[in-house]
């Protein structure tokens, strides 16, 4: 966990650590979607 992490709970990633980009895409667009407006995050779960 980065020592920089915000009251909204910011995320870190290694990029050297060899994960799939497609894993770093579900990840951040999770957290998108979980803090998002619903008219917003909506857009990125159907779309």
Request: hydrophobic share 45%; no cysteine.
């Given at each position: 966990?980065?020592?920089?992490v915000?009251?909204?709970?910011?995320?870190g990633?290694r990029?050297?650590?060899?994960?799939s980009?497609?894993?770093?895409?579900r990840v951040i667009r999770d957290?998108?979607?979980?803090?998002?407006?619903?008219?917003?995050s909506?857009?990125?779960?159907?779309?």
């Amino acid at each position: 966990m980065p020592p920089y992490v915000g009251y909204l709970g910011w995320i870190g990633v290694r990029l050297d650590r060899g994960l799939s980009w497609d894993e770093i895409e579900r990840v951040i667009r999770d957290a998108y979607v979980a803090v998002a407006p619903k008219n917003l995050s909506s857009r990125i779960v159907s779309g």
